[in-house]
């Protein structure tokens, strides 16, 4: 079965900084999607970022990008010049291609700080 | 405005009163999911939709049934809510599968005494 590890419960930076989240899975697959989604206080899920196994190229949305190791099984998300607004709890997720099942993790809570 | 709705927002019941909480989205999407949400788990996936009249089950779908008879409505029931299905549902929908882009409802806060 597949399983979304997220290590780090919580992390806080000063704005400005950078910050890397950082999350593992485990799939005997080679055709799959990776997420990250975004939840402020509103508790409104938000996507963050899509990855496509098959592309070798890093996906990247502003100051948003992805460091996608197939080989390792890691996909961590990292944010630039980092924003009060990213406070947030950030969840990576994982859908094999061939069925439509969504496996999350247990997120990490981001803590922006002026 | 593009956008899924959950109703209700927050609910509080008692063991073995049977429950629906309704989901709709106006974006003529397939596929539309239920999750819920409870801390440190993530979400999990309760039932999925790909289209009207198809639907499979999630990670989690024990004490719970849904429907999708039109496109627009996928609605959650519980027959008999039990105090360990208090949690944050949520409801998404997308184009054509879970690798589109996911919109997700505001989510309904469930608490079962």
């Known amino acids: 079965a597949q399983t979304v590890t997220q290590s780090q419960p919580e992390m806080s930076v000063q704005e400005a900084e950078t910050v890397t989240l950082s999350c593992t899975y485990d799939?005997?697959?080679?055709?799959?999607?990776l997420f990250w989604y975004k939840q402020p206080p509103s508790r409104q899920m938000i996507l963050v970022i899509r990855?496509?196994?098959?592309k070798q190229q890093n996906a990247t949305e502003n100051r948003f990008s992805v460091n996608f190791q197939k080989a390792a099984k890691s996909f961590s998300l990292k944010i630039s010049d980092s924003q009060l607004g990213d406070t947030a709890m950030y969840f990576c997720?994982?859908?094999?291609?061939?069925?439509?099942?969504?496996?999350w993790g247990a997120g990490t809570k981001l803590i922006i700080k002026p | 405005e593009a956008q899924v709705t959950q109703n209700p927002r927050y609910l509080i019941t008692v063991t073995g009163k049977k429950l629906t909480v309704t989901c709709s989205q106006n974006?003529?999407?397939?596929?539309m999911s239920w999750y819920r949400q409870d801390p440190g788990l993530g979400l999990r996936q309760i039932y999925y939709?790909?289209?009207?009249?198809?639907?499979d089950k999630g990670d989690v779908p024990e004490g719970y049934k849904v429907s999708r008879k039109e496109k627009r409505n996928f609605p959650l029931i519980l027959e008999s809510p039990s105090p360990n299905q208090t949690s944050l549902y949520f409801c998404?929908?997308?184009?054509?599968?879970?690798?589109?882009?996911?919109?997700f409802g505001p989510g309904t806060r469930l608490l079962v005494l």
């Open positions: 990855q496509e196994a098959y």
């Open positions: 939709s790909m289209n009207v009249e198809v639907t």
């Open positions: 997720a994982f859908m094999h291609s061939s069925n439509y099942q969504l496996i």
């Open positions: 799939t005997s697959e080679s055709n799959y999607y």
């Open positions: 974006m003529n999407h397939e596929y």
């Open positions: 998404a929908s997308s184009w054509t599968g879970a690798a589109e882009t996911q919109y």
